[in-house]
């Protein structure tokens, strides 16, 4: 059994990283193989506290000062102070099942893999029928679009991302670790990076996280407007747009399709009937879906407002991006 390390990057996680803790104890992997680190970001919360009296009770969970807070920084620093043959990236926003490190471990040997994942299932603390709407949205393909990890599959399949990954600590030499520009979005990138140049990345579907989900409609906004708005930072810090799959650039094509015509009816009033029948079409297909979930949720409005809030925020928050990449160049080239 190799020793593994277990980087979890945190920050202001007083509601959820006892869980996580907790999860990685309950583990069937020896913990004398294993070795824990939470690198915090200078929480302002009962974060670091926590994780000092799980320090003083078992010795390998480790706290570690991010001084730069930034996510990506916290990753790397984690990296560079693991010993273990193998590397996870967690979150503290989530909890692991009993084998999750046993099974990958020995997955990511059998395939000879630079890295492996589970499935990552989607839960929430606090069950109320608005954020048990939130998490349905979250585990269909109308809201995360195709990525498996998320929306399912019956077999091993070779994917271009996994969430919580399993890396060869020998991957972060070979292909580079976690591009610090990046706040958001630095592990599909380090994932991409990987495929382009060759790597193999791996989904074993028999392998389940549980990630904790915004509760309410405010959260997921911020949430996912931030999800967009990095997506083309990244595309633009990367120079690339390799960087990411299409799936992400999904949201703001469907804001685009509001939006130009809308514009452009100013000049040619008759295109304003290309925006209505997009947002006639876009409400159809929701509220098709919406009957199809409430069973789950039991609120058919609340998944119609989950649905319109994730693909408008992230939409809008791609389209902010555009705009400071394009605050960017015009500053550069003054």
Not at 147 to 157: H, K, P, V, W
Not at 192 to 220: D, M, Q
Not at 294 to 313: P, R
Request: charged share 20%.
């Amino acid at each position: 059994m190799p020793v593994i390390s277990i980087v979890i990057p945190t920050y202001n996680e007083e509601r959820y990283v006892a869980a996580c803790l907790d999860s990685i104890l309950a583990s069937t992997y020896n913990p004398k193989m294993m070795e824990v680190f939470v690198v915090d970001g200078m929480s302002q919360d009962k974060t670091q506290e926590i994780v000092e009296a799980y320090h003083k009770e078992y010795d390998f969970i480790n706290m570690v000062q991010n001084v730069a807070r930034d996510t990506p920084k916290g990753m790397n620093l984690g990296i560079q102070k693991s010993r273990g043959e193998f590397v996870f990236i967690l979150s503290a926003h989530a909890s692991y099942s009993s084998d999750y490190f046993e099974k990958l471990v020995t997955s990511i040997e059998e395939l000879q893999a630079d890295c492996v994942g589970g499935m990552l299932l989607t839960d929430v603390k606090n069950q109320t029928r608005k954020s048990l709407s939130i998490k349905e949205i979250l585990m269909h393909k109308f809201g995360v679009g195709n990525a498996l990890f998320r929306t399912g599959c019956n077999e091993i399949r070779e994917v271009d991302t996994v969430a919580f990954g399993c890396y060869r600590k020998s991957a972060f030499d070979k292909y580079g670790l976690f591009d610090e520009k990046l706040i958001r979005n630095q592990d599909i990138e380090l994932n991409k990076r990987i495929i382009n140049a060759g790597g193999k990345i791996y989904l074993i579907p028999n392998v389940e996280s549980t990630y904790y989900a915004r509760e309410n409609f405010s959260a997921l906004a911020k949430n996912q407007y931030q999800n967009g708005f990095w997506n083309i930072l990244t595309a633009y810090h990367t120079k690339t747009l390799n960087s990411l799959s299409f799936r992400h650039f999904v949201p703001l094509l469907f804001v685009f399709s509001l939006l130009l015509p809308l514009l452009f009816t100013l000049v040619f009033s008759e295109l304003i009937w290309i925006t209505l029948f997009s947002l006639f079409s876009y409400l159809s297909l929701v509220i098709i879906i919406a009957i199809k979930l409430k069973k789950n949720s039991n609120s058919f409005l609340y998944l119609i407002i989950s649905f319109l809030t994730l693909h408008f925020s992230y939409g809008l928050g791609s389209l902010m991006g555009i705009i400071a990449v394009l605050q960017k160049i015009l500053k550069v080239n003054r």
